[in-house]
């Protein structure tokens, strides 16, 4: 992931979750997903993609990010897909028009990819093989 791609960072507090968006190029701060920002900034023709974390709740933290594309349809007019490389295979899951991404839609489909992660791959390794084993 380029230092220079923005990235949703999702946040857990008092039972509270929501996501913001962070971008590293912009200087206007942080957008939470789903606010008239969010929609103006996936609506727009320069927008290309951006990162989502992939949260292993069970270890505490994050095992990975899929990358979220806007791609261009050859029929005109655009739609979102997710990318992520998993157990060596480029795993991808269609979204749909920029209306479809919401904070559910996008943790839905990376609770989908944390759920087919193959055996021994990512961090968590760590947490259950020791060293040495």
Same mark, same amino acid.
């Given at each position: 992931?380029?230092?220079?791609?923005?990235?949703?960072?999702?946040?857990?507090?008092? =039972?509270?979750?929501?996501?913001?968006?962070? +971008? %590293?190029? /912009?200087?206007?701060?942080?957008?939470?997903? &789903?606010?008239?920002?969010?929609?103006?900034?996936?609506?727009?023709?320069?927008?290309?993609?951006?990162? *989502? %974390?992939?949260?292993?709740?069970? /270890?505490?933290?994050? /095992?990975?990010?899929?990358?979220?594309?806007?791609?261009?349809?050859?029929?005109?007019?655009? *739609?979102?897909?997710? *990318?992520?490389? +998993? =157990?060596?295979?480029?795993?991808?899951?269609?979204? =749909?028009?920029?209306?479809?991404?919401?904070? /559910?839609?996008? &943790?839905?489909?990376?609770?989908?990819?944390?759920?087919?992660?193959?055996?021994? &791959?990512?961090?968590?390794?760590?947490?259950?093989? %020791?060293?040495?084993?």
């Amino acid at each position: 992931m380029s230092r220079h791609t923005p990235t949703v960072w999702v946040y857990r507090a008092g =039972g509270e979750t929501w996501a913001e968006l962070e +971008q %590293p190029t /912009a200087h206007m701060g942080t957008i939470r997903l &789903e606010s008239a920002q969010w929609w103006a900034w996936v609506a727009a023709s320069s927008t290309t993609g951006f990162a *989502y %974390p992939l949260m292993d709740r069970c /270890a505490g933290w994050i /095992a990975g990010f899929m990358t979220v594309r806007n791609e261009r349809r050859q029929r005109g007019g655009t *739609y979102w897909t997710v *990318y992520r490389r +998993q =157990g060596g295979r480029l795993r991808k899951i269609y979204l =749909g028009p920029a209306h479809t991404l919401t904070h /559910a839609r996008l &943790e839905a489909v990376a609770m989908t990819l944390l759920a087919e992660r193959p055996v021994g &791959e990512g961090v968590n390794d760590r947490a259950t093989h %020791p060293p040495g084993m």
